[in-house]
């Protein structure tokens, strides 16, 4: 993140071009350029910048799969996002948390098929309503999709076999799901889709790797990174009988949550995107992946007063 910093010295105000770099997951450095005692012009700054990038250099944390660019846009977001926590009063953050929920909860159980409109979400998470000819399975996996993001929320604990049970056990409440919240032990099928998950009597295997993977990298990656790569290893498992996308976008916010990051969702708009990305992190491009996932949400960073570059 690079801005104007202004330091007193001797009651004198003097300029400078700083610019935050991150060192490692939680260590930051700042790099500066004196100004002077004056602000300069708009083409003399376009200069300064230039400058500030090639001493910022041999600085600049290279991650794993992020660009620099991305790493930055993220940053941003998290110090805007936490800036506005403090700011805003806290009956603003309930309206718009509560309308999180109702656009998070629409968008991904639209994705997997829920017929309910935004507004028909709104009325029945909001407004306690039931709007008329609604299916009970729809209305249900409605009331579900909040149960759980507050459940999250609360949450203290790591990320574990139970805690993914839990969550897709309230996912799947009253759906007409047998086997909701309990590991498969039977095969499945992705309908519409060419991957086809792994058998049953290796879902075990795989789930131990996941979190062997999960322990070594999660102050490793980017939290971004490691949010969206958790989502996709989920996904490709399969490890359920219903409800994996929508448990694997929940613990993808769980996880941003929980590293200071605002929570976000794939639009239902963007839903062919959405699958082509986890088409590319099946053949295990996830930088390709990654970056693709980046540009489904980019527009939400906005709602925090950070612009898009």
């Known amino acids: 993140m690079t801005y104007i910093e202004i330091i007193k010295r001797n009651k004198k105000e003097y300029y400078y071009l700083t610019k935050s770099i991150r ?3 939680n260590k930051w450095k700042k790099v500066r350029i004196f ?5 300069p012009s708009k083409e003399e700054l376009k200069k300064y910048v230039q400058q500030i990038e090639e001493k910022a250099k041999p600085y600049i944390e290279k991650y794993s799969y992020l660009s620099e660019d ?54 029945i998470l909001k407004d306690k309503v039931i709007p008329s000819g609604v299916r009970a399975e729809d209305y249900n996996e409605a ?40 590991i498969r032990f039977f095969d499945v099928q992705i309908q519409g889709s060419t991957h086809v998950p792994p058998s049953h009597t290796e879902v075990k295997k795989h789930m131990l790797n996941f979190f062997k993977w999960y322990s070594a990298n999660k102050n490793k990656l980017h939290p971004f990174e490691l949010a969206a790569l958790v989502h996709a290893k989920l996904t490709w ?7 994996n996308g929508r448990t694997a976008r929940t613990l993808m916010n769980f996880i941003l949550m929980k590293k200071g990051f605002p929570m976000l969702f794939i639009p239902f708009e963007k839903r062919e995107q959405y699958y082509q990305s986890l088409d590319i992190a099946d053949k295990g491009d996830y930088k390709e992946y990654i970056s693709r996932i980046l540009r489904l949400i980019i527009d939400q960073i906005r709602v925090y007063g950070h612009n898009k570059k």
């Open 23 to 25: 060192l490692s997951l």
């Open 237 to 243: 498992i399969h490890p359920f009988e219903d409800g």
């Open 35 to 39: 100004l002077g005692d004056k602000m």
């Open 70 to 123: 991305s790493a930055e846009i993220l940053q941003d977001l998290k110090e805007s996002y936490n800036i506005w926590l403090k700011q805003t009063p806290k009956s603003v953050k309930e309206k718009l948390n509560e309308d999180f929920v109702i656009r998070f909860t629409y968008h991904s159980n639209a994705i997997e098929g829920n017929r309910l409109t935004l507004r028909q979400t709104a009325l």
């Open 143 to 182: 009331i579900n999709g909040k149960e759980c993001l507050d459940y999250i929320k609360q949450y203290e604990g790591n990320l574990n076999t139970k805690f993914l049970e839990r969550t897709n056990g309230i996912l799947t409440k009253n759906t007409g799901i047998v086997y909701g919240g309990r």
